[in-house]
T-cell receptor
Framework: GAGVSQSPRYKVTKRGQDVALRCDPI?????LYWYRQALGQGPEFLTY????????KSGLPNDRFSAERPEGSISTLTIQRTEQRDSAMYRC??????????????FGPGTRLTVL | GQQLNQSPQSMFIQEGEDVSMNCTSS?????WLWYKQDPGEGPVLLIA?????ELTSNGRLTAQFGITRKDSFLNISASIPSDVGIYFC???????????FGTGTRLKVLA
């Protein structure tokens, strides 16, 4: 079946613009995670959804970052007033069960964000 | 954000050699995970470990959950060119939703 998909794959924007990154998880997956991965680093947790409920947003760097998953499927990560330091790969992952106990996460291909 | 320490950061090895890498944390985890990331792709799970002292194999890969629950090890035997990539460890604590990833070990195999 189809894996996790993300769009756009690449996004170049000017400093100060808002961007919206989309994640389409594997059908039927309850849990959805957003990560940020800087070049040469491992993924860094941003936020977690259980269905439509955002149950952990402790990794969001500041209030310019927000995420939603209104119908418990597709999720959008929004960055307002982008800054150059926001440039990174943004990855989404989904898993079948609720995330407070381990179950395998499947990662998407990511969106490469470049802020000029 | 918090990242786990992995070593070595990178390594070049000859095809056929065995590889060892490790991951350490200042925190205790209930689950340790090892992922491989190929260029342009997202991380793919290799092995999951669920209790201290556990030793688990997946083909040529063997991973161990450290006794202290603060470290984990991954070994690759008889490396082949397709083992090239970045290997990440990750830790998870039950009752939380956050996964903490390591800084990665970049493996290059010389044919």
């Amino acid at each position: 079946g189809a894996g996790v998909s993300q769009s756009p794959r690449y996004k170049v924007t000017k400093r100060g613009q808002d961007v919206a990154l989309r994640c389409d998880p594997i059908s039927g997956h309850v849990s959805l995670y957003w990560y940020r991965q800087a070049l040469g680093q491992g993924p860094e947790f941003l936020t977690y959804f259980n269905y439509e409920a955002q149950q952990d947003k402790s990794g969001l760097p500041n209030d310019r970052f927000s995420a939603e998953r209104p119908e418990g499927s597709i999720s959008t990560l929004t960055i307002q007033r982008t800054e150059q330091r926001d440039s990174a790969m943004y990855r989404c992952a989904s898993s079948y069960r609720t995330g407070d106990s381990y179950n395998e996460q499947f990662f998407g291909p990511g969106t490469r964000l470049t802020v000029l | 954000g918090q990242q786990l320490n992995q070593s070595p950061q990178s390594m070049f090895i000859q095809e056929g050699e065995d590889v060892s890498m490790n991951c350490t944390s200042s925190s205790i985890f209930n689950t340790w995970l090892w992922y491989k990331q190929d260029p342009g792709e997202g991380p793919v799970l290799l092995i999951a470990l669920y209790k201290a002292g556990e030793l688990t194999s997946n083909g040529r890969l063997t991973a161990q959950f450290g006794i202290t629950r603060k470290d984990s090890f991954l070994n690759i035997s008889a490396s082949i060119p397709s083992d090239v990539g970045i290997y990440f460890c990750a830790g998870h604590t039950s009752g939380t939703y956050k996964y903490i990833f390591g800084t990665g070990t970049r493996l290059k195999v010389l044919a």
